[in-house]
């Protein structure tokens, strides 16, 4: 058994080397070394969808950041749903916009009330969890990135618009990449297109107002693998014997993933004209609750039942509540789960040991072929997968050779 399952994945590593041009022959021979914990995955690596990117961060002569990347059989136009992944991309945007409205007074702690004008849409006008009991496009961020909350996602999506987060996406090279509606309200077509006014305040002060807004463009990819499935249920939740059909939805490669990543973490890696218009302090908000976990936040807070301290950190701990955490290690990333997909989008720091990578992966299961069904194996073959995958690069990390020690200092949040 052992024999046809090294033949078989260094058959998968060849052909996928032909076929992409892109060297998977390492994450493949160092899962190949853990059959134990891969083989359940790798012996049908398309059935689970499966997509690996793994980047090691050296340093040059200047002791900046250099990349190196490895990937298991990566296809950016492999269609998967990214599910919540696509929210890391509006913190980004909106954040972008405040600072591009040059506003006087307007900040992204400004109040945020946010009206209706076309149909489904709805109004917010408070929100309990803020200590201040207001909305606000930063309170919205941190939501997202504690606990990936789609309320303050759709929010983040009114306030930019669908035509600006579309712009952003090709102006920064992201062009595998659409968002094009809200999340988990049955955003489609022609509501998707129409977003809410919106006032901003200090205090009673008005700083900001915005009309709707219509974006009537289609934001067309050439895609393969967007039907799945041999049936899925409807919103009556009758079955439908149809495969079930994803090609009008968000998209969002892994590639595209990993490099908005990188961009973030790392903006000196880059050209000027390539970063992200964001200030000291928007990088700070986003670092600090991107590897913040829901039990040291107060505001908002959380129930640890519901939400305990590694349910966002997918890569390394899986879903597990009783995960031991190893505090001298930050996991800075931003997850996805739906449509038995689990996907995670991540930048390892070790402060101990002086580590730090980027990985990013997407994994699925779907034994009975229905969507919708909420009947997915994400206990028993998705968050082992992504948990045993995150702990073997980290296991490998620990004991590559580096020429000099990273300076990690800009990555010690406050949490308290």
Known sequence: MMMKFASFLLV?????????KTDTTFIAQLMLKHPDLFAGVLNHPQKNQIQVLYTQIDRDARHKPVFKT????????RYFYPASTVKLAAVIFALEKVNELKIAGFTAKSTMITDSSYTAQTKVLGDSTAKNGLPSI???????LLTSDNDAFNRLFE???RAEINSKLKKYGFNNSRILNRLAIGDAGETAKHTNPIKFYNGDKLVYSQAEQYDPKEYVLSLTNTVMGTGYLDSTDKLVNKPFNLE???????????????????????PIKERFNLTPADYKLIYTYMSKLPTESDYPAYDPKEFWPTYAKMLYYGRDKD??????IRIFNKYGDSYGFIIDNSYFVDFKNN???FLTAVVQSNEDGIFNDNKYEYDTV????????????????LERKRKSVPDLKKFRMKYN
């Open 12 to 20: 998968m590593v060849s052909l996928n080397a032909m076929a992409q």
């Open 70 to 77: 490895y990937s298991y059989n990566l296809d950016d136009h």
């Open 138 to 144: 930063e309170h919205y961020i941190k939501k997202i």
């Open 159 to 161: 306030f930019i618009g």
């Open 248 to 270: 009008n939805k968000n998209a969002f490669s892994i590639s595209d993933q990993q490099a908005m990543m990188r961009k973030l973490i790392y903006p000196e890696a880059f």
């Open 323 to 328: 995960a031991q955490i190893d505090s001298n």
């Open 355 to 357: 580590i730090e990578f």
């Open 382 to 397: 998705c968050f082992p997968f992504m948990k045993n995958l995150g702990r073997t690069i980290y296991a490998h990390e």
